[in-house]
């Protein structure tokens, strides 16, 4: 029982260059996430799904894109990275259940963007 | 906005002893509010929930306390040991927030022998 399935583990890019990172999970989970995790600001949301096919914006979208064209995988691209998106990246799922989002992390992406 | 704040300093503790970890929120009142544990390296772990009518709750050596009148969840680990050293997370679903959770900084825990 894999779980959330993170892929890459480690990335270096240079400046203005782009990625997708990948992930994906075998638990049925309709609501999809991705964050960003840096050191004092804790993880903040990026971008996140409620289904197949659909996205919204969290707290710090820009320079992120994302889509959901299969329930099981959610892909986060970075069009043209920036140093300031230097950070580790979390994908986490969850069930549709009211009032208890118990949300099951990837093991996170490490990008370096020189 | 809503604020979570976790302290930020390490709490080092030895072995046997209880800790004691502090979540507070500002603003809006959550409908629930849970514990993550985070190991180096690794993604956090879900390790208990407690809604907003709750003042406690336990799963083994763990206890949560919820006081939505000082804003504060107070997270236990009694007879602790070192395997329990991690940074701890405090995470809050706002009534009305949409299935987003809003995550506190962490506490790093150390247990020493």
């Known amino acids: 029982n894999a779980g959330v399935t993170q892929t890459p583990k480690f990335r270096v890019l240079k400046t203005g260059q782009s990625m997708t990172l990948l992930c994906a999970q075998d638990?049925?989970?309709?609501?999809m996430y991705w964050y960003r995790q840096d050191p004092g600001m804790g993880l903040r949301l990026i971008h996140y799904?409620?289904?197949?096919?659909?996205?919204a914006k969290g707290e710090v979208p820009d320079g992120y894109n994302v889509s959901r064209l299969k329930k099981q995988n959610f892909l986060l691209g970075l069009e043209s990275a920036a140093p300031s998106q230097t950070s580790v990246y979390f994908c986490a799922s969850s069930k549709q259940e009211i009032g208890k989002n118990i949300q099951y992390f990837g093991a996170g992406t490490r990008l370096s963007v020189l | 906005s809503q604020k979570i704040e976790q302290n930020s300093e390490a709490l080092n503790i030895q072995e046997g002893k209880t800790a004691t970890l502090t979540c507070n929120y500002t603003n809006y009142s959550p409908a629930y509010l849970q514990w993550y544990r985070q190991d180096p390296g690794r993604g956090p772990v879900f390790l208990l929930l407690?809604?907003?009518?709750?003042k406690e709750k336990r799963k083994e050596r763990l206890k949560v306390t919820f006081d939505t009148t000082l804003k504060q969840s107070l997270f236990h680990i009694t007879a602790s040991q070192p395997a329990d050293s991690a940074t701890y997370l405090c995470a809050l679903e706002y009534t009305g927030g949409g299935n987003k959770l809003t995550f506190g900084t962490g506490t790093q825990l150390k247990v020493e022998l």
């Open positions: 799904s409620v289904g197949e096919g659909t996205t």
């Open positions: 407690i809604r907003e009518n709750e």
């Open positions: 638990m049925n989970h309709e609501y």
